[in-house]
């Protein structure tokens, strides 16, 4: 008989696993947050404060989870949110992800700074998918990959703005992912120590397409990936303003979708500037340390633009309980970062499937708990924010 829990129980069992795959340099990257990870411990601690109350003697024997999401329906109410370094974690790890968004029936974001080509990732795995960009100062290099995007079928654009310059990452220095990487005896001795993933990803690269490379980038610009900032796929742009979501808005004839809003009032400005949802997003705690959690945001913008836009949250979701939270809130649907990725560097597409799995499993116990059959049918009066 196949265990097709593949021995994970959990979100927590796949980051165990992705830890031990990967080099510690890279894990680092994907995992932790920046400065002194108090965001990140936040989105988790702020989670936790806020309780769900169950509604009971309700026949909830037949449940569903789907929504309706920019008209159409889908399996479930997360999305998987775009994570540069998913080719890193399992060779073409993008196109491993996508295929488990799709059969899973969710959307899959592909970020700009992935290794693998946003047309092979159309190609291989179809489904419903998402591209995310950051501008690139050359705005005309930006608006030459949005329209290869749109060539390829992609059917939302996500505009990141909540990075107009680096984070800090010191792990990534200790570590010596950065630019120019060197070969240190340290990170050479990390990845010696981590023979499946040299071999499985790395080598695979060697004896295939080379180096891995920042694939979606104009063929001006394309460089190898040891040539550019760890988890930085091109220079920062810090003069980004509305005008570009207008633009933007111009050029893009599909969704479009503004990430990493943190205020009710950039959620209007959005709005008004012809953006279809915002993410409520403060980047899995990877960018502003003192940024609030995001599900404590979520309230605010729904009762700002709720009724005009379409409101998605991340940031800490490792449970199904914890998307029940935001959906309850007033959140349309949640974007899952870590878990899909440490669930692809766990095992492939099989982990990924994993990860999503496991989430819809906890969704539909935890709606049960709660005395409910389907997502619409959960209001704020199912969740307790600390203070209430
Ligand atoms: C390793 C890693 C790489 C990421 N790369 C991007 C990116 O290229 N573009 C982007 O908009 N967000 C990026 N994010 C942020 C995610 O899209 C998402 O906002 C965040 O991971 C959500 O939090 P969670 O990881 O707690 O679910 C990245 C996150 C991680 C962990």
Redesign the pocket.
């Given at each position: 008989m196949t265990d097709d829990t593949l021995g994970f129980y959990d979100t927590a069992d796949l980051r165990e696993a992705a830890r031990r795959r990967l080099p510690k340099g890279l894990f680092e990257?994907?995992?932790r947050g920046n400065d002194d990870e108090i965001a990140?411990r936040d989105?988790r601690a702020v989670m936790a404060s806020i309780k769900l109350k169950p509604r009971v003697l309700n026949d909830v024997s037949v449940r569903h989870q789907e929504i309706t999401l920019f008209g159409k329906t889908q399996k479930m109410p997360v999305i998987v949110?775009?994570?540069?370094?998913a080719g890193l974690a399992w060779y073409e790890g993008e196109i491993a992800i996508a295929r488990a968004a799709k059969a899973h029936g969710v959307p899959f974001?592909l970020?700009?700074?992935s290794m693998t080509k946003l047309e092979r990732v159309a190609e291989e795995a179809g489904g419903n998918l998402w591209f995310?960009f950051?501008m690139w100062p050359e705005r005309k290099l930006s608006h030459q990959v949005i329209a290869r995007a749109k060539d390829a079928g992609y059917e939302a654009l996500?505009f990141?703005v909540?990075?107009p310059v680096a984070p800090g990452r010191e792990y990534n220095l200790r570590n010596g992912m950065t630019i120019p990487f060197k070969f240190t005896p340290r990170n050479t001795l990390d990845v010696l120590a981590h023979p499946r993933w040299l071999a499985g990803v790395w080598l695979r690269y060697m004896m295939t397409t080379g180096t891995p490379r920042y694939q979606n980038f104009p063929q001006e610009t394309q460089t190898k990936i040891t040539a550019l900032p760890m988890?930085r796929?091109s220079n920062f742009c810090p003069n980004i303003t509305w005008d570009d979501v207008r633009e933007l808005r111009r050029l893009w004839p599909h969704k479009l979708i503004v990430?990493?809003i943190q205020h009710p009032h950039d959620a209007v400005l959005a709005a008004d500037c012809g953006a279809d949802a915002v993410?409520i997003?403060?980047?899995?705690?990877?960018v502003l340390d003192a940024a609030p959690a995001p599900i404590l945001t979520l309230p605010q913008v729904v009762d700002a633009v709720g009724k005009r836009i379409t409101v998605i949250v991340?940031?800490?979701?490792?449970r199904g309980a914890d998307v029940i939270k935001a959906l309850a809130l007033g959140a349309n649907a949640v974007?899952?970062?870590?878990?899909p990725?440490h669930g692809v560097a766990a095992a492939g597409e099989a982990g990924a499937m994993r990860a999503l799995q496991i989430y819809r499993d906890e969704i539909d116990r935890v709606l049960a708990l709660l005395g409910c059959t389907a997502l619409d049918q959960l209001a704020r009066e199912h969740v307790s924010l600390p203070g209430d």
């Open positions: 990257f994907m995992d990140m989105n949110a775009p994570t540069g370094s974001t970020a700009l700074g995310q950051y996500v990141t909540d990075t988890g796929s990430k990493g993410v997003s403060n980047h899995g705690g990877r991340d940031s800490g979701f490792r974007m899952l970062g870590r878990a990725l």
